[in-house]
């Protein structure tokens, strides 16, 4: 297993599920494993995707894995445009952001909303085809996109190396 994929897993999760840090690592090498060892990563619970129910096993990290895989091209799109700079991305993303919550259109022509529009919706749509309630998916699609880009090195590592297989679900 590649350190320093797990190692941005554990990062992203320190971000996005942090009540799930120490079971990443192994998490992760069995997302990357995939076949039946992805597969049980969803078999595991009928609890809902980052409910708070205490005795249901662990259910959200494996979710935002198979979201950040399954929006690789629009991950790639985002990390490897025409965009300068993580501070211009997290510009963006925090303008996205405040927007979006007044429910206001983005302007297409700003630099980088394009992409990073792509992106949100794209990891969005795919929590909420977990289970994720809408409210959390929202704020959980903002944690996510912006750990992606603080650490855009992982997130290209972890993209080379998850199979593009079904997420399992």
């Not at 979710?63 to 950040?68: D, E, G, K, Q, S």
């Not at 952001?97 to 919706?121: S, T």
């Amino acid at each position: 297993m590649n350190d320093e994929v797990i190692g941005w897993a554990v990062r992203l999760a320190a971000e996005v599920a942090p009540d799930e840090a120490e079971l990443v690592p192994s998490l992760t090498a069995a997302y990357l494993t995939g076949g039946a060892a992805r597969r049980e990563l969803f078999a595991r619970t009928n609890a809902a995707p980052g409910g708070f129910d205490v005795t249901a096993p662990i259910v959200l990290f494996p979710h935002v894995l198979a979201a950040v895989t399954l929006t690789g091209p629009a991950i790639w799109a985002a990390l490897g445009g025409n965009l300068s700079s993580v501070s211009t991305l997290l510009k963006n993303l925090g303008d996205l952001w405040d927007r979006r919550r007044a429910k206001q259109v983005p302007e297409p022509q700003a630099r980088g909303l394009p992409e990073l529009n792509h992106l949100i919706d794209a990891i969005s749509a795919e929590l909420k085809a977990a289970g994720v309630p809408e409210t959390e998916s929202e704020v959980l699609t903002f944690r996510i996109v912006r750990a992606l880009i603080k650490d855009g090195a992982g997130t290209r590592a972890y993209l080379a190396a998850a199979p593009p297989e079904d997420p399992g679900r």
